[in-house]
């Protein structure tokens, strides 16, 4: 059989989503179906005085109504699932259904039930709320001043958390030769996945069991929070996420909405559907991003880097998310010194309650935050000291045969090679060349620049004692049973759930290669509570390095018990016994055979098996790596910049990226081809804006500017492969590496055309207004 592993096989789920034939959860109709809307305030900060509800409750059509003091006592409040350590966190009760506060526009008020959606907008607008307006703070470090309104009491200066790790003293910067200081901004970013959030739910009053379709990428976490949130043992909670039309993080958290439904549903006793518009997701699922980063930036006058340490005051918006307080901590802290050699490094990092929607993850969650800061510092610090930009990240490389490589963070990275996808992107792009045309560019008045970026990530996390001594309120294993069906087919239940990664096809492959059985013979299944027992989603590039393992391990139990009954047909001890490519023969002996479908049958019909093997054949592993994975890479851009009206050409953008092993190159390569337009779309721009009452300005699309497919030319893309060691495939994670690599390679790019004019930084996104006035102070100043 020809090997699958590696290979470029067409994403089998396809066909099925872009044919109408996806199970959404908006698809979900049911008998007796009723249709939620949420009351939302139109203020960032204000008391309620009043809820009056009498004209909505008798609209014709209208089944319920329901305002935060009606929940009172009758349904828990959202937790939050990460508690970085010693950080003094504060987390203020986030109710469901505002009582007498609310804290940014969106907050929830009330639910309203009706026989139809039409019928509960109509019913949302008769509901009569009065408030008493109160100031509003959207602004991060404002809000930690004396004097800034305080949105939670008992959370001095707004402050939910503070937290510290490293070792940058004052003493590494005060005897450094050279030493740079920058102060950046990561902008507000709002997700935008094609299919917004929803959730129906039913509720079964005779067994007290409900079942909630909601749109998550995590469906046991949801079953986790909301069994909590809404007294419903586990056992008697299903969350069904089949069909996810992405994620991006936004679908990792438990939000009042699935819980507000699931309560209805109980209470009526007729299923319940809420799906939120468009409007809504501007305004009420999770944003990212959205810190500010002073950093200081330590090294020699050759070019060595000695130290790194940066302050971060993080907006965590309303109120703290599901794993908001993890993403300025610990996702970005650990990995500020990068790639690089670098034996100082420290962190300072405070999460500060605002008016504004709360953060949490968002692609890269953290690293692609750290990434760019430190990879714009490390151009500022080449300029400073004069070498070029690529020779600096070559000197300063942690080298191949020093991994595995202990951090000034603690991080021990497990294997890489930079300098090899260092060196084979400078070849595919032409770095040499390039810059000769930029000096010939010049000389004509015209402006091009090259970006580079060497970066390293930290995903796969595990294992579980590592998330609970950071403060993770749960496990980082995953779960996969492969069961081998009396036929001969394979079905592979996993705890991850993928939402548009493709694992359908890649966790096939991994069966494929490894049990000998055809692709088309294998099923995966995910996305269903009661047809998986446990498992932790899909986030943070873990599907693979964790779930795929995890499938890898039960696949090598199903063979290990398949040999013993292979040995027993075949009449030989098991140690005589060799399996490959789904064939067990004896040692010696190859024409003495067994296939793995013979096997299986004799495994069902169970007539003839060895003395203390149970019938039936399928394996379940509970995989907790033993390490986080690292991958890592290079990324070059080149771009043109129009210096008479500031709009920026990308002409040409490379990415040598390294995985570990790949197990399907077009899927790999599609996950970095939608990471590089993600984080280009942070780079020139996307951002969310808030006037200072706490309005959201950038509301819809056509105030959000969005990248599209037009705006790019083709990406040239590469993989180097250094096998992840302690992992049985070797294989790291793909999703965010070109989201994590692609803001700070363009901005470099722009910088390095700017360079004529003395503009060493333009805040993101660098929109045509902002790169021209950045021109025309450059001029001024010359």
């Known amino acids: 059989?020809?090997?699958?592993?590696?290979?470029?096989?067409?994403?089998?789920?396809?066909?099925?989503?872009?044919?109408?034939?996806?199970?959404?959860?908006?698809?979900?109709?049911?008998?007796?179906?009723?249709?939620?809307?949420?009351?939302?305030?139109?203020?960032?900060?204000?008391?309620?005085?009043?809820?009056?509800?009498?004209?909505?409750?008798?609209?014709?059509?209208?089944?319920?109504?329901?305002?935060?003091?009606?929940?009172?006592?009758?349904?828990?409040?959202?937790?939050?699932?990460?508690?970085?350590?010693?950080?003094?966190?504060?987390?203020?009760?986030?109710e469901v259904l505002a009582v007498n506060k609310v804290r940014y526009v969106g907050d929830g008020i009330a639910l309203v039930v009706a026989e139809n959606r039409y019928v509960a907008r109509d019913a949302v607008d008769l509901i009569k709320v009065t408030y008493e307006v109160l100031p509003a703070v959207v602004e991060q470090e404002e809000a930690m001043q004396d004097g800034a309104p305080?949105?939670?009491?008992?959370?001095?200066?707004?402050?939910?958390?503070?937290?510290?790790?490293?070792?940058?003293?004052?003493?590494?910067?005060?005897?450094?030769?050279?030493?740079?200081?920058?102060?950046?901004?990561?902008?507000?970013?709002?997700?935008?996945?094609?299919?917004?959030?929803?959730?129906?739910?039913?509720?079964?009053?005779?067994?007290?069991?409900?079942?909630?379709?909601?749109?998550?990428?995590?469906?046991?976490?949801?079953?986790?929070?909301?069994?909590?949130?809404?007294?419903?043992?586990?056992?008697?909670?299903?969350?069904?996420?089949?069909?996810?039309?992405?994620?991006?993080?936004?679908?990792?958290?438990?939000?009042?909405?699935?819980?507000?439904?699931?309560?209805?549903?109980?209470?009526?006793?007729?299923?319940?559907?809420?799906?939120?518009?468009?409007?809504?997701?501007f305004l009420i699922t999770t944003h990212g991003r959205d810190m500010v980063l002073d950093v200081e930036f330590a090294g020699t006058k050759d070019g060595d880097f000695t130290g790194i340490r940066v302050k971060n005051v993080a907006n965590m918006g309303a109120y703290l998310s599901t794993a908001g307080p993890g993403v300025p901590t610990i996702l970005f802290g650990l990995i500020v010194p990068g790639a690089y050699k670098i034996p100082y490094a420290g962190v300072d990092v405070y999460g500060v309650f605002t008016n504004t929607t709360?953060?949490?993850?968002?692609?890269?969650?953290?690293?692609?935050?750290?990434?760019?800061?430190?990879?714009?510092?490390?151009?500022?610090?080449?300029?400073?000291?004069?070498?070029?930009?690529?020779?600096?990240?070559?000197?300063?490389?942690?080298?191949?045969?020093?991994?595995?490589?202990?951090?000034?963070?603690?991080l021990e990275y497990d294997s890489g090679n930079y300098e090899g996808a260092l060196a084979k992107a400078l070849q595919m792009v032409g770095y040499d060349e390039l810059r000769r045309k930029q000096q010939e560019l010049r000389a004509k008045g015209r402006y091009l620049g090259l970006g580079v970026t060497t970066?390293?990530?930290?995903?796969?996390?595990?294992?579980?004692?590592?998330?609970?001594?950071?403060?993770?309120?749960?496990?980082?294993?995953e779960s996969a049973t492969v069961r081998v069906h009396p036929t001969g087919k394979v079905t592979v239940f996993t705890g991850a759930s993928p939402h548009g990664q493709g694992e359908e096809t890649t966790f096939a492959q991994i069966v494929a290669e490894r049990l000998g059985v055809p692709f088309d013979d294998i099923e995966v299944v995910h996305g269903d509570t009661n047809r998986i027992a446990m498992g932790w989603g899909t986030y943070g590039s873990r599907t693979t390095p964790v779930g795929g393992n995890a499938v890898a391990v039960a696949v090598d139990k199903v063979v290990e018990k398949a040999k013993q009954i292979a040995a027993h047909m075949l009449e030989v001890a098991v140690d005589d016994v060799r399996f490959d490519d789904g064939t067990f023969n004896v040692e010696g002996a190859p024409s003495r055979k067994v296939s793995i479908q013979d096997v299986t049958l004799q495994a069902y019909l169970a007539w003839n098996l060895p003395p203390g093997v149970e019938p039936a054949l399928e394996g379940t592993a509970f995989y907790d790596p033993v390490n986080f994975v690292y991958p890592f890479g290079t990324h070059i851009c080149v771009v043109e910049v129009d210096v008479a009206t500031g709009e920026i050409d990308v002409q040409k953008y490379v990415a040598v990226d390294d995985c570990g092993r790949v197990i399907n190159p077009m899927v790999a390569e599609g996950q970095v081809h939608g990471g590089i337009v993600q984080g280009i779309g942070q780079a020139l721009w996307e951002g969310a804006v808030y006037d200072e009452q706490g309005q959201l300005v950038t509301g819809t699309f056509m105030d959000y500017a969005m990248p599209k497919a037009r705006f790019f030319k083709h990406f040239e893309t590469a993989f180097t492969e250094t096998p992840a060691p302690q992992n049985p495939l070797g294989v790291k994670g793909i999703g965010e590496t070109g989201t994590i690599a692609s803001t700070p390679t363009v901005v470099n790019a722009v910088m390095d055309a700017l360079r004529p004019f003395g503009v060493t930084d333009i805040a993101m996104p660098l929109t045509p207004e902002r790169v021209w006035k950045a021109v025309q102070q450059g001029r001024s100043q010359a």
């Not at 079953?223 to 996420?241: D, Q």
């Open 1 to 94: 059989m020809a090997r699958v592993f590696g290979s470029t096989l067409k994403r089998r789920e396809d066909p099925r989503l872009i044919t109408g034939n996806g199970q959404y959860s908006e698809d979900i109709q049911l008998p007796g179906m009723l249709y939620a809307s949420v009351v939302r305030s139109p203020h960032a900060h204000a008391k309620i005085v009043s809820v009056n509800t009498d004209a909505a409750k008798v609209l014709n059509g209208v089944v319920a109504v329901y305002t935060g003091k009606d929940l009172q006592g009758r349904i828990g409040t959202v937790p939050t699932a990460w508690l970085p350590p010693d950080s003094n966190i504060q987390t203020p009760p986030h």
């Open 150 to 281: 305080i949105l939670h009491s008992g959370v001095q200066h707004n402050v939910a958390f503070h937290w510290q790790a490293g070792n940058a003293t004052d003493e590494v910067f005060d005897n450094a030769e050279v030493v740079i200081k920058h102060r950046f901004r990561q902008q507000r970013l709002i997700p935008n996945p094609m299919e917004p959030r929803a959730a129906t739910a039913q509720y079964n009053p005779a067994t007290g069991e409900m079942t909630v379709w909601a749109t998550s990428q995590n469906p046991h976490i949801h079953r986790f929070l909301l069994s909590g949130i809404l007294g419903i043992p586990e056992h008697k909670l299903r969350i069904v996420s089949v069909d996810v039309g992405g994620g991006f993080g936004a679908k990792i958290a438990c939000y009042p909405d699935e819980a507000m439904v699931a309560f209805a549903a109980r209470e009526l006793k007729r299923p319940v559907k809420w799906v939120e518009d468009r409007r809504e997701n």
């Open 358 to 410: 709360p953060t949490d993850a968002y692609r890269g969650a953290g690293r692609p935050e750290a990434t760019y800061l430190l990879e714009r510092m490390v151009d500022l610090f080449a300029a400073e000291i004069g070498i070029d930009p690529v020779e600096i990240r070559r000197r300063n490389l942690i080298p191949a045969d020093e991994f595995p490589y202990n951090t000034a963070m603690g």
């Open 455 to 477: 970066y390293v990530e930290i995903c796969g996390l595990g294992p579980s004692q590592v998330a609970g001594a950071v403060g993770f309120q749960g496990g980082l294993w």
